[in-house]
């Protein structure tokens, strides 16, 4: 079980904040496969990997990191602080 | 070293007299502070600024570890809000200090290239027509080339 | 455009805030804060900051009209202190604002280039054995060239 | 007649802040040249050009600049502001 958490945009056309997940995958791309598998909107919040950024246990990371005892996967669009 | 992060606003001259009171040995304190602007078309009614809170304190702490160790930092002070915020209000501040001002300005400009494009921040701005994220520009993410 | 040469002190904090409200259009203000500090090896009494009335502000104003034109700046503050100063107290103080932080940034480093090493102050650091003129550093005349 | 100032340790040197000075020279340079023949305290100050700068009517210039119509020469280090 991992929790999934989605910020800005991607919580938007994902619909909401955060949801756990029961899953098989061992990397986030797999995750992300698995996601967009599920419905339209997944699909349309992941349609390009490259508009967005991933967070693994508060650590930003690639797409190809490993899932092994991870508790949090964050997805965001590119960061606008400062 | 100090990060806060907040909904409330903050002092930025009081937080700049704090941040020099503080200093023992350096001579030399660079500041940054951004400021909400209109649009340059105009009808920006708000900003809303979203932030991942489990990962915020922590990213910034982490590129104030970098900037301090890079350029021989004596401190380093970033205060940066989320939440609802107005045109004239002040986003968010960056403080360094050091023995001479290259080290001081240097530091400052690498927090607030990493802050703009790898802390969790994201905005959003609201009109009368409705609301829309801000994109990334590519001239900041470009800015981390030069580090 | 904004130059003061005052020998009173004055607050960094409060200098920062007008200059901030006083933002109409700019979303980046940075600042530089000048301090006192001691020497490496200890007894500064206190500094003496000594210089040339006639020409101090006209030739700052002249270093800032500069700045403005090649960075776009939307404005720019200098205050710098003459006379008696201890350790700890601020010396002089630079702020600059731009739509864009890397003006802002380039500005305040320009204005303190040239004020260090073109604008008309001697400093004269006083301890128990007598009192001694800070000499120019070459670090600060090369720093000049990359403008 | 032009006003001749000092600044820093080139005042100290010459052990006044200003004097006014009835001068042939056309240049600064002569001006200098006439100065330190008058003592050792002004040849002292003057005794290395490269350390000292100078201002003509408070505009930062070079050792050849030209007297005419001036009404103030100062005479000082390198200066060590901000």
Do not use: C
Not at chain 1, 33 to 62: G, H, I, K, N, P
Not at chain 2, 13 to 20: K, S
Not at chain 2, 34 to 43: C, H, K, L, M, Q
């Amino acid at each position: 079980m991992i929790d999934v958490v989605y910020f800005a945009w991607v919580r938007e056309r994902i619909g909401l904040p955060r949801e756990t997940v029961d899953t098989d995958a061992t990397t986030v791309a797999g995750l992300v496969a698995e996601l967009s598998a599920r419905e339209d909107r997944y699909a349309m919040a992941f349609s390009d990997l490259s508009a967005l950024r991933v967070a693994v246990d508060q650590e930003l990371t690639d797409f190809d990191a490993a899932l092994d005892g991870v508790r949090e996967v964050a997805f965001f669009p590119p960061m606008t602080g400062g | 070293m100090s990060v806060r992060v907040q909904s409330d606003p903050f002092d930025p001259g009081a937080a700049l007299n704090g941040f020099v009171s503080a200093q023992a040995n350096a001579g030399a304190v660079v500041s940054f502070s951004g400021i909400v602007r209109d649009r340059p078309e105009g009808g920006l009614q708000h900003m809303e600024i979203e932030h991942y809170p489990a990962m915020t304190a922590g990213a910034i702490s982490a590129i104030v570890d970098q900037a301090v160790a890079r350029f021989g930092l004596d401190d380093a002070l970033v205060i940066h809000r989320h939440g609802i915020l107005k045109v004239g209000e002040v986003i968010m501040m960056v403080a360094t200090s050091a023995r001479h001002r290259a080290d001081a300005f240097q530091g400052a400009e690498f927090l607030m290239d990493y802050l703009k494009s790898r802390a969790p921040f994201w905005k959003k701005e609201v009109t009368g027509d409705g609301a829309s994220w801000v994109a990334a520009r590519d001239v900041d993410e470009a800015a981390l080339d030069r580090w």
